[in-house]
């Protein structure tokens, strides 16, 4: 998602004059706390990559101008998305079993797509 605005001018810039149209496949991470305070959150995540990797040539001007301090959000589905300007559709399942398991402390579950994590969901939150 934090590229896809990008696109369409660096294909124009190799001589390929096309409209982009893209399918966002469940890109909307929730900043939100772990059940497991163990666990690195996905937004922590986010802002380690953003300071260790070279994305700031990724962040929107608007998305900057927004999030002042904390541009790591312009990279983040919760906060980028209302700044993607290239037409898109959302493809998601009702529950992010991605996201419901690593914040429930599975993140081996949520590496297998949250196959097993049913049973530990239930359980956690009957437990709380």
């Known amino acids: 998602m934090s590229t896809l605005d990008f696109v369409s001018s660096v294909l124009a810039a190799e001589g390929v004059d096309v409209e982009v149209r893209v399918v966002l496949d469940a ?3 929730i900043d939100m706390a772990p059940y497991d305070s163990s666990v690195v959150s996905l937004a922590e995540q986010t802002r380690l990559v953003y300071a260790s990797a070279n994305v700031d040539g990724r962040v929107t ?3 900057r101008a927004a999030h ?3 541009e790591w959000k312009c990279i983040f589905g919760e906060y980028r998305l209302p700044f993607v300007t290239t037409q898109y559709i ?3 399942a009702q529950r ?4 419901i398991s690593w ?3 599975t993140p081996s579950a949520a590496l297998t797509h949250g196959r097993p994590i049913r049973q530990t969901t239930r359980s956690a939150f009957k437990a709380a």
Do not use: K
């Open 96 to 99: 992010d079993t991605f996201q």
């Open 61 to 63: 001007e608007t998305c």
């Open 68 to 70: 002042p301090g904390e």
């Open 90 to 92: 959302v493809s998601t």
């Open 27 to 29: 890109p909307l991470w």
């Open 103 to 105: 914040n429930m402390g």
